[in-house]
């Protein structure tokens, strides 16, 4: 009968394999406990500005006063998440708001002033606010990165609550928000098909009464960019269409998404807006091509509309000096000939 070692850090086990054995290591309390912190990810609130910062030192609960401290928050913080990676265990960094957070102890109920509050709040932007993994970087560029992922989120959840209000065809019954987000998946598949093989950059802006939505995505394709005569456009710039069948993209699916529904959004108002698209491909320059949204359709841009309004600055309105080596090409045609569709 098998004996438990109660007087070693091992035990001995047999198997029922013809008497080989395992040894497995026996740990005490303590090393449970540690092994266990180790395995309890955390949640950390980071003020991105020094004026969120200087809203939280009016708290007298919060662990610094002084406004001119900020410099020394972000180089604890850095600490602090450099200590915890060391340690193996997993931090994400939330984007924490002053006026949040005050609005939301107003409707929970909590002092704002007390770090259980504060403790709260960071919890609940675990779950619905802009958050990153830490993954050792500075934290001087962790806040860039925190603030995109803001903006990231802000954008989609907007383009989102646009296709949601689309309502429904007046005369077949239709749902416009799955309608343009179904044209727009596709739109974006004919645009990376056409561009052939190469890095893509793309770009889809539309204004909107309350914000201007941006999404960009990435995408890489493989192949020779060979084939027969097909529907997507060749990417040239000459406007022909070749078929890009061997051709294999590579879309991270998080931006794709934010893509699609900023773009599906844009079709969904009816409004203006544009896109472009560069391509970067070993040993020929880049190029860019551009279309404008109009009406729910995207429409290929000349060439020189293209030049145009890549060398303009969007700000100033002044014009900006081509890159050297890049070919401004007209935009090639992603949708079905025809009307959009027979809604109203």
Not at 105 to 112: A, I, N, R, Y
Request: charged letters at 25%; aromatic letters at 6%; hydrophobic letters at 35%.
């Amino acid at each position: 009968m098998p004996r438990r070692n109660t007087t070693g850090s091992h035990r001995t086990r047999a198997t029922g394999t013809g008497g080989t054995t395992r040894t497995t290591k026996s740990t005490t309390p303590d090393d449970r406990r540690r092994t266990l912190r180790r395995e309890v990810s955390g949640t950390l609130g980071l003020l991105a500005d020094a004026a969120d910062f200087a809203a939280m030192c009016d708290y007298r609960s919060f662990t610094f006063d002084r406004h001119s401290d900020y410099p020394d928050y972000l180089r604890d913080v850095d600490g602090l998440l450099r200590s915890r990676a060391a340690r193996g265990i997993h931090t994400t960094v939330a984007l924490f708001d002053p006026e949040e957070y005050a609005a939301f102890c107003g409707e929970q109920g909590l002092d704002p002033d007390t770090a259980d509050a504060r403790t709260r709040f960071t919890a609940e932007l675990a779950g619905s606010g802009a958050v990153l993994p830490y993954a050792g970087q500075p934290v001087d560029e962790l806040v860039p990165l925190l603030l995109d992922e803001a903006v990231r989120r802000a954008t989609w959840e907007y383009a989102t609550a646009v296709l949601a209000g689309a309502g429904r065809c007046a005369d077949c019954g239709e749902d416009m928000g799955h309608a343009s987000f179904d044209r727009a998946a596709e739109t974006v598949r004919r645009l990376v098909a056409g561009a052939g093989p190469g890095r893509h950059h793309l770009v889809c802006s539309i204004p909107t009464e309350a914000e201007q939505l941006v999404a960009v995505l990435h995408a890489e394709t493989t192949g020779d960019g060979t084939g027969e005569s097909g529907d997507a456009g060749t990417g040239d710039g000459t406007g022909g269409t070749t078929d890009r069948g061997d051709a294999t993209p590579r879309l991270d699916a998080g931006e794709s998404l934010d893509f699609v529904t900023v773009l599906a959004a844009g079709l969904a108002l009816g409004g203006p807006g544009g896109l472009v698209l560069r391509t970067t491909r070993e040993g020929v320059g880049d190029r860019v091509h551009g279309w404008r949204l109009d009406r729910g359709r995207l429409t290929a841009l000349p060439a020189a509309a293209v030049f145009d309004a890549y060398c303009t600055d969007a700000d100033t309105g002044d014009l900006v000096s081509p890159e050297p080596g890049v070919e401004y090409c007209p935009g090639y045609e992603v949708e079905e000939p025809g009307p959009p569709g027979p809604h109203h």
